[in-house]
């Protein structure tokens, strides 16, 4: 009786040279969105014909480090109860993403610069649901303003966030205050004018 050919499985070694290789890309990125194959391979201890052997190219090798960014980050905010009153959803979104998203703007930048036009969106779309959800659901309560489209209000979230980042990685703003002053700036820009 023949059994059906097993599902192949990689090596424990090799799962931990993917391991090193993502690691080394995030940290390589984030020093210098061009950094090279070459580069990558070193700081993760591996050989440039290793690395291929797992990221056919470095478009590939990107493309895998944001995606683990963004998983990484998924798998906290999944966590998160975005229920019950619209401005401390937001305000508890905020303050457990930012950091988050921070971490990963680098990568972020080297994937905007090697992907494909639309890719990174496609990547970062289950995010981006998560916070328009959110929006439109206080937009629906009145708890935020509705003269302003949801998509736009999402987009000045994802802004705000970044150029905290960018800040704190400059000096310009201190790590500890981030979260708040970012929490709110955006909860003022998303009260109704008026209120």
Excluded at 134 to 142: N, Y
Aim: glycine content about 8%; charged content about 25%; overall charge negative.
């Amino acid at each position: 009786m023949s059994h059906p050919p097993a599902k192949p499985t990689r090596r424990a070694d090799a799962e931990q040279n993917v391991a090193k290789i993502l690691d080394a890309a995030v940290a390589c990125l984030s020093r210098d969105a061009g950094a090279s194959v070459s580069e990558i391979a070193k700081a993760a201890g591996v050989g440039r014909v290793t690395l291929y052997g797992h990221f056919p190219s470095r478009e590939a090798l990107v493309e895998a480090a944001l995606r683990r960014a963004l998983d990484e980050g998924d798998a906290v905010l999944q966590t998160l109860d975005l229920t019950g009153d619209p401005r401390e959803a937001l305000d508890a979104l905020i303050k457990s993403s930012w950091l988050l998203v921070a971490q990963s703007t680098a990568v972020l930048e080297a994937a905007q610069e090697t992907l494909p036009p639309g890719r990174v969106q496609e990547l970062h779309a289950k995010p981006a649901q998560r916070v328009d959800d959110l929006i439109r659901r206080g937009q629906a309560e009145g708890a935020f303003r509705v003269d302003l489209p949801a998509s736009w209000l999402t987009g000045v979230l994802h802004h705000v966030i970044h150029g905290a980042a960018i800040d704190v990685a400059k000096g310009r703003l201190n790590n500890a205050d981030a979260a708040r002053f970012i929490a709110e700036t955006i909860l003022a820009a998303y009260t109704k004018p008026g209120g």
